[in-house]
């Protein structure tokens, strides 16, 4: 079993949705958590940090759930630039980072 | 301000072959990375520095070697490649506190025949 999971998608949205990924995480001493957006063949780029209490930022709105280990990103009112892999990341510890294989997002006008 | 540079962007090698991947950052991190990204598998770290002077192994760290030279520098080496090393690599560097996010550099993509 991996250490960080996501559903692979991929998600095909139609414009203006709201749109929810999911990832868990098996290492409950994990220290610090992420999202990136990785476009087609390019680097990842850090999109999110992700606290305990929940943030937000614009349309993007980030959930932890040390308890269960688990992850979301919601995506609201989706635009086509939205389209792109989005990465969970957690930071094990001393900055040994796993990243989640990716979830797909295709935003179609 | 160029933040983290990688070269070469594409290499060609042949089985048996040895190369060295060359990163460098000039954001003055402490946290150097090498990761490997294959379809389907997302990113997998191969070795670490958190520090100059310092290196961990990863996920991955079988037939690599590295090398932090000095801050800015953190080399990867393959001493002799084979096919299953085809893939794309990213170089990342980061503050070491937590809750630091990484950055990218544009990565290398090394097929091996």
């Known amino acids: 079993r991996k250490e960080v999971e996501q559903d692979p998608g991929p998600f095909n949205v139609p414009e203006g949705a709201t749109v929810a990924f999911n990832c868990t995480y098996s290492?409950?001493?994990?220290?610090?958590f992420f999202w990136y957006r990785q476009d087609c063949r390019k680097e990842p780029k850090l999109l999110m940090s992700?606290?305990?209490s929940g943030n937000e930022d614009g349309r993007f709105t980030a959930q932890l759930n040390r308890a269960s280990q688990y992850i979301s990103l919601l995506i609201r009112d989706s635009k086509l630039s939205d389209s792109a892999t989005y990465l969970c990341?957690?930071?094990?510890?001393?900055?040994?980072?796993?990243f989640g294989a990716g979830t797909r997002l295709t935003v179609k006008p | 301000n160029a933040g983290v540079t990688q070269t070469p962007k594409f290499q060609v090698l042949k089985t048996g072959q040895s190369m060295t991947l060359q990163c460098a950052q000039d954001?003055?991190?402490?946290?150097m990375y090498w990761y490997r990204q294959d379809p389907g598998m997302g990113l997998r770290l191969i070795y670490y520095?958190?520090?100059?002077?310092?290196?961990d192994k990863g996920e991955v760290p079988n037939g690599y070697n590295v090398s932090r030279l000095n801050k800015r520098e953190f080399s990867l080496r393959l001493e002799s490649a084979a096919p299953s090393q085809t893939s794309v690599y990213f170089c990342?560097?980061?503050?070491?506190?937590?809750?630091?996010?990484?950055?990218f550099g544009d990565g290398t993509r090394l097929s091996i025949l």
């Open positions: 990342a560097s980061t503050k070491p506190s937590d809750n630091q996010p990484q950055h």
């Open positions: 290492n409950s001493a994990s220290q610090s």
């Open positions: 992700v606290y305990s």
């Open positions: 990341v957690v930071n094990r510890n001393n900055n040994d980072m796993r």
């Open positions: 954001m003055n991190h402490n946290s």
């Open positions: 520095s958190a520090s100059e002077g310092t290196t």
